[in-house]
């Protein structure tokens, strides 16, 4: 009977439950946006390996707690040709989103996915009625940063040792709505 029940609830969680809800052209590539669903976590996984040098700094059960958290959230994906290119996370806590992750597979970086998800993560925030956005990043990742300072977040402090797994002091970063 679980597996029944398991293959039902599997099947109606597929990539057709939810429509994309924008997409982008570049010359390069059509890429299509949605809301991320249970049914991705597979492809996040394997995504954050290739983006992360084979680690996952988020498990399986990270983004499921997440993804059935009772705490405002939202998370979308960017597929190009039906496949996982990107994904982005915001969670909503007294009057700050906070931006969790945001991966974009090396082959389709500086197409504009990291800057869309960014604004959308910030509308959502926005419309949310939050304050702020607040994220962290790596120390060494300055593409990342003058993404998020060009989008108006402010450097706040460094953060000895925050990305424990590479030794690395991760950056605290503001954005007043």
């Known amino acids: 009977m679980w597996k029944k029940f398991k293959a039902f609830f599997e099947q109606s969680l597929s990539k057709q439950a939810i429509p994309y809800i924008d997409e982008l052209k570049t010359k390069q590539a059509h890429y299509q946006f949605r809301e991320a669903m249970v049914s991705d976590i597979k492809e996040l996984l394997q995504l954050e390996k290739i983006v992360y040098a084979g680690e996952t700094p988020w498990t399986k059960s990270a983004f499921l707690l997440e993804f059935y958290s009772k705490q405002p959230h939202l998370y979308l994906i960017c597929e190009c040709e039906n496949h ?16 969790t992750n945001i991966a974009v597979h090396p082959d389709h970086q500086n197409q504009g996915i990291g800057k ?7 509308r959502h925030a926005k419309a949310s009625g939050c304050d702020t956005v607040s994220l962290e990043v790596r120390v060494s990742n300055l593409d990342a940063q003058r993404l998020y300072r060009r989008l108006g977040f402010e450097a706040q402090k ?16 503001l954005k007043r709505l």
């Open 84 to 99: 996982l290119v990107g994904f982005a996370g915001i969670r909503l806590f007294g009057g700050d989103g906070h931006i």
């Open 116 to 122: 869309w998800f960014m604004e959308e993560l910030i």
């Open 158 to 173: 460094i953060k000895p040792n925050y990305y424990q797994e590479i030794a690395e002091d991760g950056v605290d970063m």
